[in-house]
């Protein structure tokens, strides 16, 4: 090699060097700026263009990342940082929309069943919609984040052809997630529960009392995901020992404590819960046999009785009457639900028809853009959505029924509702078509977890806003989309290449 040549490939790796080293320093200034701004959408949208690009090559690393964090972090992450990690995940989660759609197309293996179908027709109607009603948009992309965050995780679920491993991977690990709320539930009611005033002084206290899915000392922690995460796990647990899948020295334990978190926070939907979940799983063979059923039967209803009695008396220190009277009073009647809201979980749909009937047949119909209805108590925080502005103390979003009917009006919230009527049609098809008892088992729970996911429309609003309980119907509504495309039931393919055994 010459002189003029080394020189020239020193010269060639002192510029390739220094470019590199220039990256370097700006990526380091740009996460620097993102960590300064302390924006949540910022940080989320700034490490999401980064990061997640490279993230596409590896799907399943980027589900594994999302499942982790979005399903753990809230335990041990609260405010500010527990908001930034949201983003991050929520952004990464709707990048595995891409090679969802792309498989679409592409994919011989996989074809999109029918929810799934209603699902991306909700979401392309979501930003028609917004466009058409449109106000500003931060107020769009922070909408559009609440309400489909999940759905990239369901998309990648149903579309990429992951190896059965990875699903029984995922599905040992939401067992772990499930087993771990006891834990982390056991530390919030001993340690968090007294720095908000303890039993002796409201059961509110009880809210911080959340396992894994954040508890927030300052009020509005999720417990309501965490009993709807461990309904569906104990449906699991239940369905697959019936049917003689898991022995009865593993199922006994990991019942007992997955029912523990139950009693250890005051989320009085679980009263209704248990039963809806318990008739669901047991309605077959009550109709074929409601004697032989009946021990069942009468054990439902007394965990049913000792769990209003743990709310009522043991956490609450109330009467059953008195308990039912406040109850009505918050729910139906003319109380709002909060010294803060003016509207409970009735009026708040009333109050929707009064101020969008048909005098506004647009907003009757299809709303007004996503994020319109958002309402923060901070009126200076630029996230909440005009109309959160416009009825500031009202509680427009109380629920996801309400929340839907505001920002997609009637059409939207008729095409949300139908994913679900759907998916619990396309699980009673799989249960009936597929002799396999895993599958049997499996379709059963998720049918269960749909009537929760029915049930919690107009209890809270977190199906369309919190991002882990996004993640937990996207969880279903993809494992039911791939056991469909496993065994042949959607569309006319082969499962040829795909496992005969994706429950095992």
């Known amino acids: 090699m010459t002189t003029a040549n080394t020189m020239r490939l020193i010269t060639q790796m002192n510029v390739k060097g220094a470019m590199a080293l220039l990256a370097l320093a700006g990526l380091s200034v740009f996460f620097g700026l993102l960590v300064v701004s302390g924006n949540p ?80 027709l909700f979401l392309v109607y979501g930003i028609v919609i917004s466009l058409i009603q449109w106000h500003a948009l931060l107020e769009f992309v922070a909408g559009f984040k609440r309400c489909f965050q999940g759905f990239g995780l369901m998309m990648a679920l149903v579309m990429i052809a992951f190896t059965p491993e990875s699903y029984i991977r995922w599905r040992k690990f939401l067992m772990i997630v499930a087993l771990l709320q006891f834990p982390f539930a056991l530390y919030e009611l001993v340690v968090l ?23 927030n000392l300052k009020g509005g922690s999720p417990n309501s995901v965490m009993v709807i995460y461990l309904f569906i796990a104990l449906s699991f647990l239940v369905t697959r020992w019936r049917a003689g899948l898991i022995k009865k020295w593993v199922f006994y334990p990991l019942t007992f404590i997955c029912l523990l978190p139950l009693g250890m926070g005051e989320t009085k939907i679980a009263v209704f819960m248990l039963p809806l979940v ?30 209003c009695y743990l709310y009522v008396v043991v956490i609450m220190h109330s009467s059953l009457d008195e308990v039912i009277d406040s109850t009505m009073n918050y729910n139906v009647g003319s109380q709002g639900y909060s010294p803060t809201q003016y509207l409970n979980r009735v009026s708040s749909i009333t109050f929707w028809a009064e101020e969008e009937g048909f005098h506004d047949p647009l907003g009757l119909l299809i709303g007004n853009g996503l994020g319109s209805s958002y309402t923060t108590q901070d009126v200076s925080n630029l ?28 059409i939207g919230f008729t095409l949300f509702v139908s994913i679900f ?4 049609n396309a699980a009673g098809r799989l ?31 977190p199906i369309v806003n919190l991002i882990s309980m996004e993640l937990i119907y996207a969880l279903v509504l993809g494992y039911l989309g791939y056991l469909m495309n496993c065994h042949g039931l959607v569309g006319r393919h082969s499962t040829t290449g795909l496992s005969s055994k994706p429950h095992a």
């Open 278 to 307: 318990g008739l669901i799983l047991l309605r077959d063979d009550l109709t074929r046999a409601p004697l032989r059923f009946l021990l069942a039967i009468i054990t439902l209803a007394l965990m049913t009785a000792f769990l």
């Open 431 to 461: 249960r009936r078509m597929v002799d396999d008892p895993a599958v049997k088992a499996d379709a059963l729970v998720i049918q269960a977890a749909i009537s929760l996911f029915l049930l919690s429309l107009v209890y809270a609003d």
């Open 383 to 410: 996230s909440s959505g005009h109309l959160g502005l416009k009825y500031q103390h009202y509680g427009i979003n109380l629920t996801a029924a309400s929340t839907l009917l505001w920002d997609t009006g009637l």
């Open 41 to 120: 959408m910022i940080i989320g949208l700034g490490a999401g263009a980064v990061v997640g690009p490279a993230l596409l090559f590896m799907p399943e690393l980027t589900v594994w990342v999302v499942l982790v964090i979005g399903l753990v972090s809230g335990a041990l992450l609260d405010g500010p940082e527990a908001s930034r990690i949201s983003w991050i995940v929520s952004v990464l989660s709707m990048l595995l929309l891409v090679p969802g759609v792309f498989n679409i197309f592409w994919s011989k293996q996989r074809k999109l069943p029918g929810f799934m179908v209603v699902a991306m």
């Open 421 to 424: 009527i759907a998916a619990w």
């Open 193 to 215: 529960v007294p720095l908000r005033g303890g039993l002796e002084t409201s059961s509110e206290a009880t809210d911080v009392v959340a396992g894994t899915f954040g508890a």
